[in-house]
């Protein structure tokens, strides 16, 4: 006899649902991406920007919610394949070639070399057939990463880049009870290429900390404890990989956390001291808790929020895994406001004028750089006029309507159309370089590892076995 349905369970057979397709769709992405950072340490390459298409491509292909059959009967096996070839292919980076570009002479390669290795057995045992490590299978990734992380910062101490030099800046004005919004930073470079006319002189950039309160808040427990906040950056990315991990245990997610954390140029993001490792945490953080405690889920989106200026693009996309109802919405949607104002404001309040210049106004003005991995740049480059600004915030419009037509409303779908809504906006930005990409890579994994395949209905028992089910779909 068939099964009655209500409207309600109507409704849910047409709205799109994870599905198979994605999990293989999304990791080709995310090792494409990874290799395109390794060309040229993410800077303009024909190669990469061909690698940065196929992601495209792909994460279209993901988000479309497109059921293969074929696909579908071998549920995780394809995508653990792909990755576990992945994985392969970035040890041989790791072993083949330096992880950082400021590393003192004399680092100590054997022992890198040695972490290598290690973390590659590990994850092979990890995820073959019969896996024998358990539940300690994770912990060992994730010591594996750590302690690599920790070669790492000790081979190079002293990164030349403004980045890292700042944040010294911005502690070094809390220490003195200044706001770190109201000082100016030096220029490290003797040069004004890189800085918006008018904001820089060959020693000094006019604006303060160029990020949110958030990731000081969050880097400030490395400069404290070890004199160095790229030790917070290091544990945030290795946190990161938890999370990713324990979202859904199985092999699907331990092998995402493994290509996030050992992606070739993810050493030298953590060497440069980029603040994506702290936007990276905490989307790790809200796909976790929408997975695994969706009554905190307003707090962690919160914390998304505060973290980094771009987050409020993916704000709309927040609908995907907020409540359907709308007094429930807008109980949900408070307490994420509510959370990223208070962590905010405090040090905004204190100085309104230079909080503005340096977090938003610095970030617009800043010039196009001719060697970005981006399509602005490689079109300048054959000779086509630099294209306006506002087109990598038109390319997003698109993403958010394709998005809402067929993403799943689930972890899964906010976390892959937030990766492709950010390929699309990095690709046409007039600056994007590794740590933008860097950050997709983070999305495409927690996407892979929120992965959460089911049919569309409930069924009676007495349902025939080639109906859908609500269960989710089971290896043979």
């Known amino acids: 006899m068939w099964p009655v349905r209500n409207a309600g369970q109507l409704e849910d057979l047409k709205r799109?649902?994870?599905?198979?397709?994605?999990?293989?769709?999304?990791?080709?992405?995310?090792?494409?991406?990874?290799?395109?950072?390794?060309?040229?340490?993410?800077?303009?390459?024909?190669?990469?920007i061909g690698c940065l298409i196929g992601s495209i491509a792909l994460a279209v292909l993901a988000l479309a919610s497109i059921r293969v059959a074929v696909i579908e009967r071998r549920n995780d096996r394809l995508a653990v394949a792909?990755?576990?070839?992945?994985?392969?292919?970035?040890?041989?980076?790791?072993?083949?070639?330096?992880?950082?570009v400021y590393l003192r002479h004399g680092a100590d390669f054997v022992t890198h070399h040695y972490y290598v290795v290690a973390a590659a057995v590990l994850l092979g045992a990890a995820l073959s057939p019969r896996p024998w490590l358990g539940r300690a299978a994770i912990p060992l990734m994730l010591l594996g990463h750590f302690l690599l992380g920790l070669w790492l910062?000790?081979?190079?101490?002293?990164?030349?880049?403004?980045?890292?030099?700042?944040?010294?800046?911005?502690?070094?004005?809390?220490?003195r009870w200044t706001n770190p919004y109201s000082v100016n930073m030096p220029n490290i470079y003797g040069h004004t290429h890189w800085y918006a006319p008018g904001i820089a002189d060959a020693t000094t950039v006019k604006v303060g900390y160029p990020y949110p309160p958030l990731s000081l808040l969050l880097a400030a427990p490395g400069h404290l404890l070890a004199g160095d906040y790229r030790y917070a950056n290091l544990v945030a990315l290795t946190a990161s990989g938890a999370l990713m991990a324990y979202a859904r245990p199985g092999r699907l997610s331990t092998a995402a956390a493994a290509i996030f954390l050992?992606?070739?140029?993810?050493?030298?993001?953590?060497?440069?001291?980029?603040?994506?490792?702290?936007?990276?945490?905490?989307?790790?953080?809200?796909?976790?808790?929408?997975?695994?405690?969706?009554?905190?889920?307003?707090?962690?989106?919160?914390?998304?929020?505060?973290?980094?200026?771009?987050f409020v693009l993916i704000a709309p996309l927040m609908l995907l895994i907020a409540p359907a109802a709308r007094r429930e919405l807008l109980r949900f949607s408070l307490k994420a406001v509510i959370l990223a104002l208070a962590v905010t404001l405090p040090l905004a309040l204190w100085d309104v004028g230079g909080f503005v210049s340096s977090v938003v106004t610095f970030q617009g003005k800043q010039p196009f750089r001719p060697d970005a991995l981006s399509f602005v740049a490689w079109t300048a480059r054959e000779g086509i006029p630099v294209l306006p600004g506002w087109v990598s915030f038109a390319a997003v419009v698109p993403v958010l309507g394709f998005a809402f037509w067929r993403?799943?409303?689930?972890?899964?779908?906010?976390?892959?159309?937030?990766?492709?809504?950010?390929?699309?906006?990095?690709?046409?930005?007039?600056?994007?370089?590794?740590?933008?990409?860097?950050?997709?890579?983070?999305?495409?994994?927690?996407?892979?590892?929120?992965?959460?395949?089911?049919?569309?209905?409930?069924?009676?028992?007495?349902?025939?076995?080639?109906?859908?089910?609500?269960?989710?779909?089971?290896?043979?």
């Open 153 to 175: 910062l000790e081979a190079s101490p002293s990164p030349f880049i403004d980045v890292h030099v700042w944040h010294r800046e911005a502690f070094s004005a809390l220490g």
């Open 16 to 48: 799109p649902h994870d599905v198979w397709l994605s999990a293989p769709a999304l990791a080709i992405a995310a090792i494409l991406l990874g290799y395109a950072l390794q060309l040229t340490n993410g800077t303009l390459h024909p190669t990469a």
């Open 262 to 310: 050992f992606t070739p140029r993810g050493l030298f993001v953590l060497e440069q001291g980029w603040t994506e490792a702290n936007a990276i945490l905490m989307l790790a953080v809200a796909i976790f808790l929408a997975c695994r405690a969706p009554r905190a889920l307003p707090y962690g989106l919160g914390l998304l929020l505060a973290v980094k200026q771009y």
């Open 82 to 100: 792909i990755l576990g070839a992945g994985l392969a292919y970035q040890f041989g980076v790791h072993l083949t070639t330096a992880p950082g």
């Open 407 to 476: 993403a799943p409303r689930s972890p899964f779908g906010f976390a892959a159309a937030s990766a492709l809504l950010y390929l699309l906006f990095f690709g046409f930005a007039k600056q994007a370089f590794a740590n933008y990409y860097f950050l997709v890579i983070g999305a495409l994994c927690c996407a892979i590892a929120a992965l959460h395949p089911t049919d569309a209905a409930p069924q009676s028992p007495d349902t025939r076995s080639d109906q859908p089910s609500e269960r989710p779909l089971r290896e043979a």
